[in-house]
């Protein structure tokens, strides 16, 4: 059974510069969350796709994210014009609509360093 | 306002000793559920249990055990006879039936165990 994968695990990028990272569900699983998670905290959301609709966005999602499900598998994150306080790790995970209490699978995360 | 509060920032102990890990919760809502993920130094966050609101049962599993109370909103944590490989960062988490499937999580308990 495939978990959670994402790709690529590490990037570092300068400032300006845009990067996207892609996550891969569990094969089943029909929803799909970002979360952000900076040194020291827990996973804080950012948005989450049920297929292809994506449903909900946290205020932490700037206009300079993007994300997109197109065909209700992957998924990618798009962050434009990065700057330094994007520097986080950037967690996926996925679950499965209607298992009782929906619990989230992870993936083991993008590493973003800003220079 | 924080929704989970995991008071614990840093707990150290020896291997075999018994520890606890705090979780408090925060929410309006009657459904709702409540996770616990242990996230290794490598990164990934493993899912470890879930429990939802109507279901206060006290549950087992092996060396971990859950004590789930309403009365006072926590949902705490017991390793028995702690190894070293129970060192990794634990993290509570709060899903609300209402507010579309995010999850809030605390900022983490730091257990390290010393041989």
């Known amino acids: 059974d495939t978990g959670v994968s994402q790709d690529p695990r590490h990037k570092i990028t300068k400032r300006g510069q845009n990067v996207t990272f892609r996550c891969d569900p569990i094969s089943e699983h029909n929803r799909l969350y970002w979360y952000r998670q900076t040194l020291g905290q827990g996973p804080e959301f950012l948005t989450y796709f049920q297929n292809e609709a994506q449903l909900e966005k946290s205020r932490l999602l700037s206009d300079r994210f993007s994300a997109e499900r197109p065909k209700g598998s992957f998924s990618t994150l798009e962050i434009q014009r990065t700057e330094q306080g994007d520097s986080a790790m950037y967690l996926c995970a996925s679950s499965s609509l209607g298992s009782p209490q929906e619990t989230q699978y992870f993936g083991p995360g993008t590493r973003l360093l800003v220079l | ?115």
Do not use: H, M
């Open chain 2, 1 to 115: 306002a924080q929704k989970v509060t995991q008071a614990q920032t840093e707990i150290s102990v020896v291997e075999k000793e018994d520890v606890t890990l705090d979780c408090v919760y925060e929410t309006r809502d009657t459904t709702y559920y409540l996770f616990w993920y242990k996230q290794p130094p490598s990164g990934e966050l493993v899912f470890l249990i879930r429990r939802n609101s109507f279901d206060e049962q006290n549950e087992i599993s092996g060396r971990y055990s859950w004590n789930f109370q309403k009365s006072t909103s926590s949902f705490n944590f017991t390793i028995t006879a702690s190894q070293v490989v129970d060192s990794a960062v634990y993290f509570c988490a709060l899903s609300e039936a209402n507010t579309g499937n995010q999850f809030y999580f605390g900022t983490g308990t730091s257990l390290t165990v010393i041989p």
